[in-house]
């Protein structure tokens, strides 16, 4: 499943417009849609891996949506963003702070899982231990 995200994510998107709307578009959708698939199916085995994984894929659809939000940007007039309320630099910043939480949220977890482990996250580390044994 894994595989075919990133395929659909990397590979395919070359055969639209470097850059395009479309291009954009159709990464959001499949990123949805496997963002929509991980929260549902919960494919790992620790609870605290799934979190993570849907809140990496909300991120992943964050970016392009707001990608798309700057691309569409570019194409109105001055007095259209205006009306708008569209700000080019508000969307960086909230990519910037988005991209920034993910990595903060990942810190978060190992320092949580190294201090405090979830007894659903000791009973797999556990039982994966007895079985190697």
Sequence with gaps: M????????????????????????????????????????????????????????????????????????ERFSSEEKESMKLNSEMLSYALLLSSLSVLLLGVCYILSAVVLPSSKDMIILVGEKKEKN
């Design 2 to 73: 894994e595989c075919l995200r990133k395929l659909l994510l990397t590979g395919f998107v070359v055969f639209f417009y470097e850059g395009s709307a479309l291009q954009i578009l159709f990464g959001l959708t499949f990123s949805i849609i496997f963002l929509t698939l991980y929260s549902k199916l919960d494919p790992y085995l620790m609870p605290s891996n799934n979190t993570f994984a849907s809140f990496v894929h909300f991120q992943i659809s964050f970016t392009l949506m707001i990608s798309f939000g700057l691309r569409v940007n």
